[in-house]
Antibody
Framework: QVQLVESGGDVVQPGTSLTLSCAAS????????MHWVRQVPGKGLEWVAV????????YYADSVKGRFTIAKDFSKDTLYLQMSNLRAEDTAVYYC??????????????WGQGTLVTVSS | DIVMTQSPDSLAVSLGERVTIRCKSS????????????LGWYQQTPGQPPKLLIS???TRESGVPDRFSGGGSGTDFTLTISNVQAEDVAVYYC?????????FGQGTKLEI
């Protein structure tokens, strides 16, 4: 079955960098667009970034554009989110999610358990 | 950006009751070329990630109990839970993936 396992969450200071990973299994990683979605504990869901199935296109929320980079490693079936110049408002649980179809505009049919990023001095 | 507005923000019901959660999009999310509404419904139970219940506004996902149903088109959508069970306690989110950025409703908290 589909499994998405995030890792890399940590407590970091403002202005620093952090990379999150999402190890995928149980499906053909090359065939699906992948997203990052974040959630401040106790609050709603905020879309962060998407990468096309083949890695050819990437889109970001305005709140993270220029600071975050999404990437796919096809040799490791792993999705990444490189985060730089972190701010307190980036504090959240970060989920990776798989699209139901290969296209990036599709429902998210599988989610990881999430990894917590805390940005605090 | 398309704004998704859910109502109510929270509700409390008794076991066995029927519940309807509404979601309104700020613009049409029915894609004419494939006649599909680009809307999903998710259930998030405490401490868990969201789970896709309904895709394309009305398609129930595999394994989802048939007491969950989705409806609506264009800008107005509903998630109905008939015969509410204790395990349905959760926050429910609607999600538009018609265009980017995709956006979520603010969530509706269901309590028993």
């Amino acid at each position: 079955q589909v499994q998405l396992v995030e890792s890399g969450g940590d407590v970091v200071q403002p202005g620093t960098s952090l990379t999150l990973s999402c190890a995928a299994s149980g499906f053909v990683f090359d065939d699906y667009a992948m997203h990052w979605v974040r959630q401040v504990p106790g609050k709603g869901l905020e879309w962060v970034a998407v990468i096309w199935y083949d890695g050819s296109n990437k889109y970001y929320a305005d709140s993270v554009k220029g600071r975050f980079t999404i990437a796919k490693d096809f040799s490791k079936d792993t999705l990444y989110l490189q985060m730089s110049n972190l701010r307190a408002e980036d504090t959240a649980v970060y989920y990776c999610a798989k699209t139901q179809t290969g296209y990036y505009l599709a429902p998210f049919d599988s989610w990881g358990q999430g990894t917590l990023v805390t940005v605090s001095s | 950006d398309i704004v998704m507005t859910q109502s109510p923000d929270s509700l409390a019901v008794s076991l066995g009751e029927r519940v309807t959660i509404r979601c309104k999009s700020s613009q049409n999310i029915l894609y004419r070329s494939d006649n599909k509404n680009y809307l999903g419904w998710y259930q998030q139970t405490p401490g868990q990630p969201p789970k896709l219940l309904i895709s394309w506004a009305s398609t129930r996902e595999s394994g989802v109990p048939d007491r969950f149903s989705g409806g609506g088109s264009g800008t107005d959508f509903t998630l109905t839970i008939s015969n509410v069970q204790a395990e349905d306690v959760a926050v429910y989110y609607c999600h538009q993936f018609y265009n980017r950025p995709c956006t979520f409703g603010q969530g509706t908290k269901l309590e028993i």
